[in-house]
């Protein structure tokens, strides 16, 4: 009903930038909320940062500052900016979607595959 299409990820040295995107297609009806969480090895996926229609975004404590997420309405895509990376921002990097179909306007929850960033010391 809804694919999500990543790409952005890459090796990066400590202080430098990478930009996420994420860009979901199908029987789309509208969109509610679009996000990226992260999973490093060996801990629990964990929120980065969300936005939702209305354009009202929110940060994991340990981004703020240095990441922004914005969302094309027209394209339903979403992106997240990371500046200022840290070795400590490595892990396997999942945009999620939460959106109503066209089937009786169900909601569902998406994933993408996840896209691996990596920053070197």
């Known amino acids: 009903q809804v694919q999500l299409v990543e790409s952005g990820g890459g090796l990066v040295q400590a202080g430098g930038s990478l930009r996420l995107s994420c860009a979901a297609s199908?029987?789309?009806?509208?969109?509610?909320?679009m996000g990226w969480f992260r999973q490093a090895p060996g801990k629990q996926r964990e929120l980065v940062a969300r936005?939702?229609?209305?354009?009202?975004?929110n940060y994991a404590d340990s981004v703020k500052g240095r990441f922004t997420i914005s969302r094309d309405n027209a394209k339903n895509t979403v992106y997240l900016q990371m500046d200022s990376l840290k070795p400590e921002d490595t892990a396997d990097y999942y945009c999620?979607?939460?959106?109503?179909?066209?089937?009786?306007?169900?909601?569902?929850?998406?994933w993408g595959q996840g896209t691996l960033v990596t920053v070197s010391s």
């Open positions: 999620n979607v939460n959106a109503l179909v066209t089937a009786r306007l169900t909601r569902v929850e998406v």
């Open positions: 199908g029987s789309i009806f509208s969109i509610i909320a």
């Open positions: 936005i939702t229609s209305g354009g009202r975004p």
